[in-house]
Every structure is written in C-alpha cells, then in structure tokens.
C-alpha cells in the first residue's frame, strides 16, 4: 500500500511532467479516473480523455507552468495547492470565452487539486479547483 510520502512524490512527478514536456506517467493513474475540473465544469472519467483535455489547455497556454505551494497527503487521499503562470496563445475549447482574450495575456493562476488514491496507490479521482473569474479578468475578458 502506497504511503502519503509516496503520493507526495507522484504530485510532484506529475507536475514535473507537465513542466517539462515528458510524457504524463500514466502509471500513476487508474485508467478509470473520475476527473473534474470545476473552473470550466469538463468531466472525464477515463485517463485518455484526462490527457486530451490537458492537450487544450496546452494548446490555449502553450508556456504554462506549474509549482508547489503545498502538497498534504495521507494513505488514501492528497490535496495539493499548486500556482500556474502562462501566456495565452490560442483558443481554449473546453471554456471558449477565455479564447475572446487578448493574445499574449500573462495569467497568474492559483488553485488546488484533490487526489484520490486506489489500494494499488493509483490516482482513481482528481478534482481541480481554480477561480476562472480571474482567468478571463487577467486575459482581459470583460465581464460585466
């Protein structure tokens, strides 16, 4: 059974992958995953479909990176408060009134994601929390 160090070490993994453009270590996840993303409300429910939605948020942010403020974990479950800086420089499908802003837009995100871990140690449910009202804001989207 997987310990909260270990999981510790796979949100770190995962986000490592991300930075640097390696393959996402789909070991790390059952291929059943129940994700959601409340910012934009796009759900998956398998790992592929996951790995395409991460495609477009690349494609919409292609220098997006992502660090660590705080990553808590136990045996079964991790949270892990994370910051992203980006530039936006295409359209983003999953949420398209983000791609009415203004190219070149710098973005300063913060948010946090919820593991949950399978008796294997693998992620089997992942819940992201960000503020999209400050997305669109700092992408120059006017809302009125």
Not at 84 to 112: E, N, Q, W, Y
Request: aromatic share 14%; with cysteine; hydrophobic share 35%.
């Amino acid at each position: 059974m997987a310990t909260a160090q270990d999981h510790i070490e796979q949100v770190k993994q995962i986000v490592d992958a991300f930075n640097t453009g390696k393959e996402f270590p789909a070991s790390l996840t059952d291929e059943r995953l129940d994700y959601k993303d409340w910012g934009t409300g796009k759900a998956s429910s398998t790992a592929d479909e996951f790995m395409e939605y991460a495609t477009e948020w690349f494609a919409a942010f292609s220098d997006m990176t992502f660090g660590n403020d705080d990553i808590i974990a136990t045996d079964r479950a991790c949270v892990h408060r994370w910051w992203m800086k980006a530039t936006l420089t295409g359209d983003f499908s999953p949420f398209p009134l983000v791609s009415k802003g203004k190219r070149g837009s710098s973005v300063i995100l913060h948010g946090s994601s919820t593991y949950e871990y399978d008796s294997d140690g693998k992620v089997v449910k992942c819940y992201e929390y960000y503020d999209m009202l400050s997305l669109l804001r700092q992408v120059g989207v006017e809302i009125p």
